[in-house]
């Protein structure tokens, strides 16, 4: 399984994350770890949604789409 997932800033609630991975829980463990050059300034992250792929290319696509223009227009308008 692959995910897609969103995480929210609990320290600074209109800052989102948008990642890609195999495995959520320890991903989010590395986030709050302050791991991420990017997420490190704004951790501690909670999980706000996910998507779950069957093929790797599917998920990594509607990750750089979400991370697009129109697809983070969609995120703010359908997801968050």
Same mark, same amino acid.
């Given at each position: 399984? &692959? &995910?897609v997932y969103i995480l929210k800033s609990q320290v600074?609630?209109? *800052? /989102? &994350? /948008?990642?890609? @991975? /195999?495995?959520? +829980? +320890?991903r989010l463990k590395s986030h709050n770890a302050k791991k991420s050059l990017? $997420? *490190?300034? !704004?951790?501690?992250?909670?999980?706000? $949604? !996910? @998507?779950?792929?069957?093929e790797k $290319?599917?998920?990594? *696509?509607? +990750?750089? !789409?979400?991370k697009s223009g129109s697809g983070f227009a969609f995120l703010k308008k359908h997801l968050i």
């Open positions: 399984m &692959y &995910y600074v609630p209109d *800052k /989102i &994350y /948008i990642g890609f @991975t /195999i495995n959520l +829980e +320890e990017f $997420s *490190k300034r !704004y951790a501690p992250w909670e999980v706000f $949604s !996910y @998507t779950v792929f069957h $290319s599917k998920a990594m *696509k509607f +990750e750089k !789409y979400l």
